[in-house]
């Protein structure tokens, strides 16, 4: 009898825990208090948009549709939606007549749909997926119309207040326009985040009015509808609301960037990477940093970049999307992209490499360089100002100063092969196509054109001519000219 009631009960709460998910993004708003001409959920924090960052949010929320209620701005929030996999609707807001009219665009859209409809606010990025869980959950468990996710805050200013019975029931949300100066110190808060019974949601929202100060439709104003048709509305409070804050001027958007990333700086401190000035390094939370790592100040490493054990990243140093191996030195003031850089190999300063750069164990990129699409082997040297761009250098090469691969004719682009071991004398240029056998030696200032069989010297520059005793005459001439100009 106990077993059979406590199954039954695990099996209701199992009904009860889960429903259907429809997500459901506010992002019309111009954000006005940005003071900006880009749309607010098209401003970058930790290198992606805001919008991004609450797709996210609804995709851990769990499988189901996505609508986006877009308006300022639409067309180009809707390109930066594309560029995500995954599908999305969305529902144009024309005029924005207040967070309920938002919503209440999505009406045919729910027709049919039973189950939660979470809405997420498009300037709200942080949540953590814990907490939207436990919102949907709250009410689920409650078999509530509403769940309302709050917080406490020191200064609620600005925010919709929850309103409560003596007995400590929700019956309502105000917004702080339309407050009773004797509720403005209510500093329980709503956050902006909501699961909505579907049905309830389309039954009610129709009935919306908007006699209230801002003249707005309200989403909120849909707990006092719930409260009277007795489905109610509880609250489930954010476990650190700053998770659940939302961004409004570009004040909070740094505020929020800037903790953010010493939140992960401070990760891979504890993990052992050594971080001397964490206030003037930023890193991507996508970026993996190996323990032993040392990293100075006014580093970046962005997107999907990985720094192995042992290795320095040097001051200046932009590092995107790129493979830093082991105990490998970048050197100050680096611009790496889309690259691989092998152990113990060394870039610097001043280096650029560009796409496509493989740089293998022990070589060395030096000050001034710059690479693109150029695989180059083990113990290869390009120490100084030199361009090595669509070409693949075997082991063991060197490359004096001021060489060229000259890859583009002015239509098309052309590979450079240099081959284990070749010296290439300072100040050359490669007419690529062209392949420079093994073993080979290129005098200083040549111009190659043509193919260099391997373990060839190739001269290809004009023959030196001397015309003895000139520079003296000339100045002897020039002498005497400033000498009868003055007499
Ligand atoms: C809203 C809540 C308030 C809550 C606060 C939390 C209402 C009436 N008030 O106020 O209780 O404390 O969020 O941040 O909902 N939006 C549209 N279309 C519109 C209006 C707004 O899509 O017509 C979008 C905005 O782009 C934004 C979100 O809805 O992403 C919230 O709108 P906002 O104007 O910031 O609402 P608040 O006044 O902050
Ligand atoms: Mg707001």
């Known amino acids: 009898m106990q077993g059979h009631h406590s199954e039954n009960f695990s099996r209701s709460m199992h009904q009860q825990t889960t429903s259907p998910l429809l997500t459901i993004i506010l992002a019309a708003g111009k954000g006005t208090r940005m003071k900006t001409s880009l749309p607010k959920v098209l401003h970058t924090l930790r290198g992606r948009h805001l919008i991004d960052h609450v797709l996210d949010t609804a995709s851990r929320a769990g499988p189901g549709r996505v609508i986006v209620i877009s308006g300022h701005g639409a067309d180009a929030v809707a390109a930066s939606i594309r560029r995500r996999t995954g599908q999305y609707e969305m529902v144009i807001q024309e005029p924005q007549l207040g967070t309920g009219h938002a919503v209440a665009q999505c009406l045919g859209g729910l027709a049919g749909f039973d189950g939660t409809v979470l809405v997420l606010s498009g300037d709200v990025p942080k949540l953590r997926p814990e907490t ?131 939140e992960y700086l401070k990760k891979l401190m504890d993990s052992g990477v050594r971080i001397l000035d964490p206030a003037r390094t930023w890193i991507d939370d996508t970026v993996t940093v190996e323990a032993d790592v040392v990293i100075h100040p006014t580093a970046f490493l962005y997107g999907t970049t990985t720094v192995g054990a042992g290795s320095v990243i040097g001051p200046g140093a932009v590092i995107t999307d790129s493979l830093i191996g082991r105990d490998v ?54 120490s100084h100002l030199t361009y090595v761009g669509d070409a693949e250098l075997g082991n063991n090469v060197n490359i004096g100063a001021g060489c060229v691969t000259c890859n583009y004719d002015g239509f098309n682009k052309y590979r450079t092969v240099i081959e284990d071991g ?53 100045r002897e001439k020039l002498a005497a000219e400033k000498k009868k100009e003055k007499s």
């Open 132 to 262: 939207v869980e436990g919102l949907i959950r709250s009410r689920l468990e409650t078999g509530s119309d509403i769940s309302i996710l709050t917080g406490y805050l020191a200064d609620p200013t600005g925010y919709g207040r929850i309103i409560r019975d003596p007995g400590g029931k929700v019956t309502g949300i105000r917004e702080q326009r339309d407050l009773h100066p004797d509720q403005e110190s209510i500093n329980e808060v709503n956050l902006g985040v909501y699961a909505f019974d579907a049905a309830f949601l389309t039954r009610e929202l129709p009935k919306l009015r908007n006699d209230n100060a801002q003249g707005e439709y309200y989403l909120t104003d849909l707990v006092g509808a719930a409260v009277r048709s007795g489905g109610g509305a509880v609250t489930f409070a954010a476990e650190d609301h700053a998770e659940a804050l939302g961004i409004n001027t570009l004040l909070e958007l740094s505020e929020m960037e800037t903790n953010m990333n010493r």
């Open 329 to 382: 030195e970048i050197r100050p003031y680096c611009v790496i992209t889309g690259s691989k850089v092998g152990d113990q190999a060394a870039v610097g300063p001043f280096s650029h490499m560009r796409a496509g750069t493989e740089i293998g164990p022990s070589a060395r990129i030096g000050n001034y360089v710059e690479t693109k699409m150029a695989v180059i082997g083990e113990n290869s040297k390009v």
């Open 422 to 474: 070749v010296f290439v004398g300072s100040g050359t240029m490669m007419v690529a196509p062209i392949t420079i056998g093994k073993g080979s030696l290129v005098a200083a200032g040549s111009t190659l054109t043509k193919d260099v069989p391997p373990d060839s010297l190739a001269i290809a520059r004009s023959h030196q001519s001397e015309k003895q005793g000139w520079a003296a005459k000339r």
